[in-house]
């Protein structure tokens, strides 16, 4: 069965940092593009960070670019994102995607920052 699990969301005052994890099982890993998207409240969703089977290579989206680092662990089948010099507009909910063959999604993790 497959899972993806997302962690290290919360609550943040702006200008702070957050690590998001995203841990998976159920598939292979090594063989799967992973992604981060976000979803704010009556927004679409939309593509954040990706990064490459081998984490050769990744892409940001404009509004992140400098501050996120989106990186990944093929040992311990598990993705990451590094959020610095986090803002207001960077309040959504977060969801960890893997694409390959099949597409698989996570159930998401909450990042809130405000004062």
């Known amino acids: 069965q497959v899972h993806l699990v997302e962690s290290g969301g919360g609550l943040v005052q702006p200008g702070g940092a957050l690590r998001l994890s995203c841990a998976t099982s159920?598939?292979?890993?090594?063989?799967?593009?992973m992604s981060w998207y976000r979803q704010a409240p009556g927004m679409e969703r939309e593509l954040v960070a990706a990064i490459s089977s081998t984490g050769g290579s990744t892409s940001y989206a404009d509004s992140v670019k400098g501050r996120f680092t989106i990186s990944r662990d093929n040992t311990r089948n598990t993705v990451y994102l590094q959020m610095n010099s986090l803002k207001s507009e960077d309040t959504a909910e977060y969801f960890c995607?893997?694409?390959?063959?099949?597409?698989?999604w996570g159930q998401g993790t909450q990042v809130t920052v405000s004062s």
């Open positions: 995607n893997a694409r390959w063959i099949l597409t698989y």
């Open positions: 159920g598939f292979t890993f090594r063989n799967y593009a």
